[in-house]
């Protein structure tokens, strides 16, 4: 009796440490996946943020061309501007 008793008692801790381990390993899991679809997303962002600088650097430099060949222009410079501008956003 004593001896079954020491043995339900092993296979009881037993099933408690897998049950703790699957749980931990699920989580791990979890953990993974949600960190690399973070990751993804960030990345994703700081490409879309790198294309949207470089259609402003894009559209200065083209102000800057236009303004040294007629300064007093200000109003035709803007309306440049602004159309480079959504044609480079578009072009993403």
Do not use: W
Not at 34 to 59: C, D, H, M, P, W
């Amino acid at each position: 009796m004593l001896d079954t008793h020491s043995t339900l008692i092993d296979e009881i801790f037993d099933l408690h440490d897998r049950m703790i381990g699957s749980a931990f390993a699920k989580a791990k899991r979890a953990y993974e996946t949600s960190f690399q679809e973070a990751g993804t997303a960030i990345n994703e962002k700081v490409r879309l943020y790198a294309q949207v600088g470089q259609a402003l650097i894009v559209t200065l430099y083209e102000i800057r061309r236009l303004r040294s060949r007629c300064p007093s222009r200000e109003s035709l410079l803007l309306v440049h501007f602004s159309i480079a501008l959504k044609e480079e956003i578009i072009a993403l």
